[in-house]
């Protein structure tokens, strides 16, 4: 659990860790009935996040061939890039070994795949833009 309460600013940007440990059970306590997805651009092997989804966004992604997930924090349907433009084509749709999660396969249609932006203003490619160089220090990869 978070120690204290971040910006997003801080959480998105900053080089103190703050990972949030709660999340899951987060999830579990107010009642959202998702599964974790990993995206993966099919061309690069890049994870680009983790989202969930619910048996409605797994039917949407399916009809649309483009991410559609669940947003936990919203409590509503995101089908992803539907405002920035940045969508992920559905390549197709794998399930682990005891059904309890996916993988994405997509090709990026748009500029990234973050919600967040680089010093340039360039929508990020990824989320994972930072990495754990201590317990308590992130460090900005290219």
């Known amino acids: 659990m978070l120690t204290f309460m971040a910006t997003i600013n801080d959480l998105e940007e900053g080089t103190t860790q703050q990972l949030d440990f709660d999340k899951i059970a987060a999830i579990g306590r107010n009642g959202h009935q998702v599964i974790p997805v990993v995206l993966q651009d099919v061309d690069s092997g890049t994870v680009l996040f983790v989202g969930y989804a619910n048996e409605e966004a ?6 649309l061939r483009s991410a559609v997930l669940y947003s936990t924090s919203r409590e509503e349907i995101w089908h992803k890039g539907a405002t920035s433009g940045d969508t992920l084509d559905l390549i197709d749709v794998r399930v682990n070994c005891e059904q309890n999660s996916l993988l994405y ?6 500029t990234g795949a973050c919600h967040t932006r680089d ?8 989320c994972y833009y930072r990495e754990l160089t201590s317990g308590t220090t992130l460090a900005f990869v290219d």
């Open 105 to 110: 396969r997509v090709r990026l249609a748009g």
């Open 119 to 126: 010093q340039s203003g360039s929508t990020r490619g990824c």
């Open 58 to 63: 797994l039917r949407m992604t399916l009809e």
